[in-house]
Nanobody, 125 residues
Framework: QVQLVESGGGSVQAGGSLRLSCALF????????MGWFRQAPGKEREGVAA???????NYADSVKGRFTISQDNAKNTMYLQMNRLKPEDAAMYYC???????????????????WGQGTQVTVSS
């Protein structure tokens, strides 16, 4: 059973940076996708970025050029570097995993089967 644990959230002023981490446990071999999603109060969960075992990345238009997704296979950890943060980036951020290379091609929650508990990001103006 895959378990994901996020960390790195916090409070930052607009224009600042944060780096989120997602540690994976219990992952089997084979192709996979991993993604970051976020959910603000009263809004649906939305995809932010994804990466797959071929290291192909996919970003939401709203974060392109500001956020970078990466992974360290040796540490079984995925990261989301968030720069030039805006108040509208404030949300609970979740990481997710899927046993599929194709899941990362569309930032849909239904593509991913395992989820972390989330880490809160607050951005003040």
């Amino acid at each position: 059973q895959v378990q994901l644990v996020e960390s790195g959230g916090g409070s930052v002023q607009a224009g600042g940076s944060l780096r989120l981490s997602c540690a994976l446990f219990g992952v089997l071999g084979g192709p996979y996708s991993m993604g970051w999603f976020r959910q603000a109060p009263g809004k649906e969960r939305e995809g932010v970025a994804a990466i797959n075992s071929a290291r192909r990345t996919n970003y939401a238009d709203s974060v392109k050029g500001r956020f970078t997704i990466s992974q360290d296979n040796a540490k079984n950890t995925m990261y989301l570097q968030m720069n030039r943060l805006k108040p509208e980036d404030a949300a609970m951020y979740y990481c997710a995993h899927a046993y599929s290379d194709y899941a990362s091609m569309a930032l849909r929650t239904s593509n991913f089967g395992s989820w972390g508990q989330g880490t809160q990001v607050t951005v003040s103006s």
